[in-house]
């Protein structure tokens, strides 16, 4: 299944040194499946949200309801450092003095909570370990900057009473997200063992579609600390994403290298099994 057109070019975006043309906006997307007019719609409407500009004739970049988030999701390459030793204090953020009602609000405390780490222990009631360099301070900054509305308070605990300590420490799967670490950095590694084998249109596609699973893991990770989950594990499964995140970067650069140098990616077509298949024409030569 092809990606959303408006995600795409935002990741894209969010991964780009600088701005996007739109020449690269349709050949990147064209490897998906995505056409020509779909592309520019999703451009119209992006730019209509604020979440591109115009960066020059033809080129877009992060507009300013996108650059917070942007901003926060592209630290995922430092994420280990967030970290630090758990001494068993929580960090909690009430929400009972919130509304309810705004839904847009309402969508960005929760995105807000859920990218932090927190859980719901009981209703209006937030936590997690409170293990992030930093601590009550620089989280309350992150949240407030995520989506939280400034009147939730934002503070650390302890002395959770034992049925609450018992019930927080089972908020997380630590089981399932150790697993997951290790299966999604076995993935990542058996891809890399053979990319040099693929045309540069289908390693893009693929490192596109794998590595933009594995960034939204990490990004949506909770950081717990041991004995919660293996950090171990989840050290291992962050150094395989960066390795494959660099190799993903030389492969994209070299084929909007392609398409800036006046190549074409051909409307890519799915076919009954839901394979895509591309045609790449060199500069100069138009498509049969």
């Known amino acids: 299944m092809a990606p959303n057109p408006k995600h795409l070019i935002l990741n894209l975006l969010m991964a780009a040194d600088g701005p996007l043309t739109s020449r690269e906006a349709v050949g990147a997307c064209a490897l998906f499946g995505i056409r020509e007019n779909s592309v520019r719609v999703a451009l119209v409407r992006l730019s209509a949200a604020g979440l591109v500009e115009a960066a020059g004739r033809g080129s877009y970049r992060l507009?300013?309801?996108?650059?917070?988030?942007?901003?926060?999701?592209?630290r995922w390459r430092t994420i280990e450092q967030r970290a630090c030793d758990w001494d068993g204090r929580w960090l909690i953020v009430s929400t009972g003095a919130l509304g309810r009602s705004d839904r847009p609000a309402l969508r960005a405390r929760e995105r807000a909570l859920t990218m932090a780490g927190f859980r719901e222990l009981e209703p209006?009631?937030?936590?997690?370990?409170?293990?992030?360099?930093?601590?009550?301070?620089?989280?309350?900054?992150?949240?407030?900057?995520?989506?939280?509305?400034?009147?939730?308070?934002?503070?650390?605990?302890h002395d959770l009473d034992p049925a609450r300590e018992q019930t927080a420490r089972q908020l997380w799967n630590g089981q399932a997200l150790t697993t997951s670490y290790k299966a999604t950095r076995q993935k990542l590694e058996r891809w890399m063992a053979h990319a040099a084998q693929l045309d540069t249109e289908v390693a893009a596609r693929e490192s596109y579609l794998l590595g933009n699973e594995a960034i939204r893991q990490l990004v949506f990770d909770p950081l717990l600390p041991e004995p919660l989950v293996d950090v171990a594990e989840r050290r291992a499964f962050n150094e395989a994403v960066q390795a494959y995140d660099r190799m993903g970067h030389v492969i994209w650069q070299k084929l909007l290298a392609h398409l800036l140098s006046g190549g074409r990616i051909d409307t890519a077509i799915e076919d009954t099994n839901g394979t895509i298949s591309t045609k790449v024409s060199p500069p100069g030569k138009r498509p049969h």
């Not at 507009?63 to 592209?74: E, H, N, T, Y």
């Open 63 to 74: 507009g300013p309801q996108a650059a917070p988030l942007a901003d926060d999701v592209s």
């Open 124 to 157: 209006t009631l937030y936590l997690r370990p409170d293990n992030l360099v930093g601590h009550a301070p620089v989280v309350r900054e992150r949240l407030y900057k995520l989506g939280l509305d400034p009147n939730a308070p934002v503070f650390s605990a």
